[in-house]
């Protein structure tokens, strides 16, 4: 027997379920999120040591420098001139 492709019309009123997909990406995002969490924690030691190790290294650059003497003194620039 031959069966002959029959087109249907399709009803408008129904609607796609797409529960799976958000219950997947909300499972998979929830697991992201808690591993993440629990890495974080695991490893709170290790960051606040090397964030205080950063924090010395910084400081060092905060501290104040002496000045290099800016060449602005008639004797200097007189010397300058002599020279040249």
């Known amino acids: 027997m031959l069966y002959k492709n029959r087109s249907t019309m399709k009803n408008p009123f129904v609607t796609q379920n797409h529960n799976t997909a958000l219950v997947a990406t909300l499972a998979i995002s929830t697991a992201a999120l808690g ?27 905060l501290k104040p420098h002496p000045k290099k ?4 003194d008639k004797h200097d620039l007189e010397s300058l001139v002599n020279h040249s």
């Open 35 to 61: 591993g993440l969490t629990y890495w974080f924690i695991r490893r709170r030691q290790e960051i606040a040591a090397a964030a205080a190790e950063l924090k010395e290294h910084a400081s060092d650059y």
């Open 69 to 72: 003497k800016l060449r602005a």
